[in-house]
């Protein structure tokens, strides 16, 4: 039998922080490892033209991302993993998509609505029309599951709609993609627990993979603990979440029950976190550091990934170029 297309890309906007890692990454590896998939992973960098980022920054980030994927686990050898400017089709299709979708549907995604609010001055076409380049994204390659996390499940809907109405106008041809969650709870910010992680609230919210082991220590010790009045300790739970994740079980247990019986100490409690998360990513910084010392080598790989990936992106766009009547 053939295997299910699992698609998912990622922006490169910044360094990957255990929010991210938990919320999505960490499931892409393993579907990866699971062989059940044919997996396409990929750097969105067409997306991530509708930010503010300078032209440095965008290349250096580019690279950066690539090399944290392939430290975390991404194989290239078992995952097509490629740039996606890479591979031309993503934009020819997205233009198909662009003229089957009713504006209507883009003005009411939340991330539009978020994103515009975010940079009042740029608000682009591109930020419009962005879930559309990414359905384009998924179903170049016929995706079957995506997998993401919870603020990208609208996308993953409005995939699927696209999907019907191309379908329903020129002819039976793309999946239902469906989305796949992770099990794991969100993880909270570590300095206003209540807020899930995310760079746009500053660099002392979030813990970066890459982050070396004195960040990690600095940046735990100050993690809020405290209780709130009727909602109890986020801040808590979300160290305990962390520890539960990157700890060993026997230490997480014991906390576990320290916190029950009234005993915890909070001070201990953030060591523990940190000291877990500093063994649990001391490999990836080595193997990240590997990989951006010699940018030829992991330009290669970028560029094997795309080769592997355009055959199937030219198939799919010779056939939608037949079906609606061009070329
Ligand atoms: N929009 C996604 C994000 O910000 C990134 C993305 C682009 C993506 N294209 C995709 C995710 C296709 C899954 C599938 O996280």
New binding site residues.
């Given amino acids: 039998m053939k295997k299910q297309v699992i698609?998912?890309?990622?922006?490169p906007t910044g360094n990957i922080h255990i929010g991210n890692y938990l919320g999505t990454i960490k499931n892409w590896v393993e579907l990866q490892n699971s062989g059940k998939y044919e997996m396409y992973i990929?750097i969105?960098d067409l997306?991530s033209l509708t930010g503010n980022m300078s032209p440095e920054d965008r290349r250096a980030q580019i690279l950066r991302t690539s090399a944290e994927l392939i430290a975390v686990g991404i194989d290239p050898n078992k995952t097509t993993f490629f740039i996606?400017s890479h591979v031309q089709e993503h934009t020819e299709l997205s233009w198909v998509f662009n003229c089957v979708t009713p504006i209507s549907e883009l003005y009411r995604m939340t991330q539009f609505k978020d994103k515009s609010d975010r940079q009042e001055k740029n608000i682009n076409s591109g930020l419009l029309t962005?879930p559309i380049?990414?359905a384009a994204?998924?179903l170049l390659y016929h995706?079957d599951i995506?997998p993401?996390?919870q603020?990208?499940i609208q996308?993953?809907e409005l995939t699927r709609d696209t999907a019907r109405w191309f379908n329903n106008r020129f002819g039976k041809y793309f999946p239902e993609t469906k989305h796949l969650l992770t099990k794991i709870s969100k993880v909270m910010s570590l300095l206003d627990p209540n807020k899930k992680m995310s760079k746009s609230l500053g660099s002392g919210h979030v813990i970066e993979l890459n982050d070396e082991p004195e960040v990690v220590m600095k940046k735990l010790s100050k993690a809020v603990t405290a209780t709130f009045v009727g909602e109890g300790a986020p801040g808590v739970q979300n160290l305990l979440l962390l520890l539960n994740e990157f700890g060993d079980q026997n230490i997480y247990q014991d906390f576990l029950t320290a916190e029950i019986d009234g005993t915890i100490r909070y001070g201990e409690l953030k060591k523990a976190v940190a000291e877990a998360i500093v063994n649990y990513f001391a490999d990836f910084r080595q193997k990240r550091a590997e990989l951006l010392s010699d940018e030829n080598k992991l330009n290669e790989i970028l560029q094997k990934g795309a080769d592997k990936a355009r055959p199937v992106a030219q198939k799919t766009m010779e056939e939608v170029r037949k079906m609606v009547g061009i070329r």
């Fill in positions: 698609v998912s890309g990622i922006q990929f969105a997306h996606q962005y380049l990414q994204d998924i995706g995506v993401v996390g603020d990208q996308h993953v």
